[in-house]
């Protein structure tokens, strides 16, 4: 059986957006730390630019930007909201931290 090396499977996973970018699944419940499949593939997507330097490329290109960002934005703006304590602790209910003596 062959395994992919991280980058690999980056590209790979790119590559498979770029020719389907409406089959991403939505990323209501997940944590920032489980995007990290997600956020290393929009810095792959980023880094390779549209296909060509054409109307169509550009914006095929910009809405799978958008595409990505949707689904990285309610992620992100959640752990945002979180204080420090309760994303220490990986929860979402306040924490009482208590200093030491």
């Given at each position: 059986?062959?395994?992919?090396?991280?980058?690999?499977?980056?590209?790979?996973?790119?590559?498979?957006?770029?020719?389907?970018?409406?089959k991403?699944?939505?990323?209501?419940?997940?944590?920032?730390?489980?995007?990290?499949?997600?956020?290393?593939?929009?810095?792959?997507?980023?880094?390779?630019?549209?296909?060509a330097?054409t109307?169509?490329?550009?914006?095929?290109?910009?809405?799978?930007?958008v595409?990505?960002?949707?689904?990285?934005?309610?992620?992100?703006?959640?752990?945002?909201?979180?204080t420090?304590?309760?994303?220490?602790?990986?929860?979402?209910?306040?924490?009482?931290?208590?200093?030491?003596?």
């Amino acid at each position: 059986m062959h395994f992919l090396q991280p980058t690999q499977l980056i590209e790979h996973l790119t590559d498979a957006f770029e020719r389907s970018p409406d089959k991403l699944a939505p990323t209501t419940s997940a944590t920032l730390s489980e995007c990290v499949p997600l956020l290393a593939m929009a810095l792959e997507f980023v880094g390779r630019g549209p296909a060509a330097l054409t109307v169509e490329a550009v914006e095929t290109y910009r809405l799978g930007a958008v595409k990505l960002l949707e689904h990285l934005r309610p992620v992100i703006e959640r752990e945002a909201d979180l204080t420090f304590g309760e994303w220490a602790i990986g929860g979402t209910e306040p924490v009482r931290l208590r200093l030491a003596a």
